[in-house]
């Protein structure tokens, strides 16, 4: 059974940083096509980041520079370093794992793409 936990979440200022992890159990992350998403209240769950198997990244427009891909294979966790927040980059933060390949950029507006999900972890920037 897979599960994914997500953690790190929490309030900063606008300007400060915070790191999220996912650690994935029965499912190994370095082998397919996982991210981030993340919805705000009263809109659409959207795509953050994204990395395939081959370590190739994809970022949406809003969070390019400032956001942060990665995965720790023996860990077998995945994380979004998150720095320069905004007031706008609050919302729930989820993790997304597939039993796919992605390498298309378009696959990080398709959250059906994405099999296996977290709970979700809540990110707020205040002004």
């Known amino acids: 059974q897979v599960q994914l936990v997500e953690s790190g979440g929490g309030s900063v200022q606008a300007g400060g940083s915070l790191t999220l992890s996912c650690a994935a159990s029965g499912y190994t992350f370095s082998r397919y096509c996982m991210g981030w998403f993340r919805q705000a209240p009263g809109k659409e769950r959207e795509g953050v980041a994204m990395l395939n198997d081959a370590g190739v990244i994809s970022s949406a427009d809003s969070v390019k520079g400032r956001f942060t891909i990665s995965q720790d294979s023996a860990k077998n966790t995945l994380y979004l370093q998150m720095n320069s927040l905004k007031p706008e980059d609050t919302a729930s933060y989820y993790c997304?794992?597939?039993?796919?390949?992605?390498?298309?950029?378009?696959?990080?507006?398709?959250?059906?793409?994405?099999?296996?999900w977290g709970r979700g972890t809540q990110v707020t920037v205040s002004s």
């Open positions: 997304a794992a597939s039993r796919s390949q992605c390498w298309r950029r378009s696959t990080l507006s398709n959250p059906k793409f994405f099999t296996y």
